[in-house]
């Protein structure tokens, strides 16, 4: 006969290989978490998967994956391709539509949509943050064929000035790229955007602002080829820091870009940009010679031993092109290392 204390001997067994079982399961379970992500935080659980899947079953994607695949461009995630997707969450995508008026994503015409989605993702290159965060202050290509300046905000890397990495949502590796969640949508950027953001047009940022209030450089630097009365597409030659602090020292009055006088200073910013065109390096190494510059004078380009130098309106020769085709949606801009002299100049 079975006694009440054998009973809860039974029990008690039970219950503790049910405990063991249970704790078991759960060391299994957060072992596998744990083993989906490295030292670096980088998440492997997905590698199985191609980027399509991966946002299509990622409840912070659910906007940008309707807009991928109304403008048709989700396909493009499922193919061996290698991409660097940057996702902006729901709340950002939300965002985005209320401040543009749209009601959905059905309401972004179809072929604009495409632009930005293509301005989201970039081909070939599998960027993980550490790549990123090595390329400070630098541009890279977008699948829409438009730059993406790199930058970092306390240590952490942002898009364009606006669309910082989630920290908590970066390297999601997939088969065919890696996918990392932002904060903000990765607006087309104009020539403004850069002249802005990029501080090695500080000086000449200022010179198109602060320094020349009487003329509205930068509306009109924002204006796209589509709008009535536009001089878009735009091609600047962007002088650097270097070049504005070299052409300070020619006057002994000047200590900044402010203190040089607006009727000198005007004509000079114009000598930079060439308005209608849109002139890339391609263009400079073929038959492009000369272009007339907003200001009137002609800019012409010399080739010797696979190298482009600039001649100015006033004559001065050899000005060097440091870097080219920092492209936007209506321009570009080329860095040169020296200030362009139109030939009103003094």
Known sequence: MKTKNSKKRK??????????????TLVVMLLMVSCSKDDDGEDHSQLDKTIAVILKTNPSATQFTKALERSEVLGTLRGTQKYTVFVPNDLAFNDYLKKNSYADVNAIPKEELKTLMLNHMVPTSVLKTSDLAKMDK????????????????NQKVVINGAAKLDDKNVNINAKNGVVHIVNSVIVLPTVATFLELDKQFSSFYKGLTTATPQTDFITTLKSLK????????????????????????????????????????????????????????????GSLDTVKTWEGADLKFTKTNNKITIKDGAGNENHN??????????????????????????
């Open 321 to 346: 092109i440091a870097q080219f085709d920092i492209k936007t949606q209506n321009g570009i801009i080329h860095v040169v290392e020296s200030i362009l002299q139109p030939i009103a100049s003094k």
């Open 11 to 24: 029990i008690t067994k039970s219950s503790l290989i049910l405990g063991k079982s249970f704790i078991f």
């Open 138 to 153: 630098k541009y890279i290509t977008s699948g829409a064929n438009l730059s993406l300046f790199i930058g970092l905000d």
């Open 226 to 285: 589509s709008s009535n009365s536009t001089l878009a597409p735009f091609s600047i030659f962007a002088p650097n820091e270097a070049a504005i602090t070299s052409y300070l020292k020619t006057n002994s009055s000047w200590k900044k870009v402010e203190d040089i006088p607006e009727n000198i200073l005007t004509p000079v910013l114009k000598h930079h940009i060439v308005t209608l065109k849109m002139i890339a390096k391609k263009d400079l190494e």
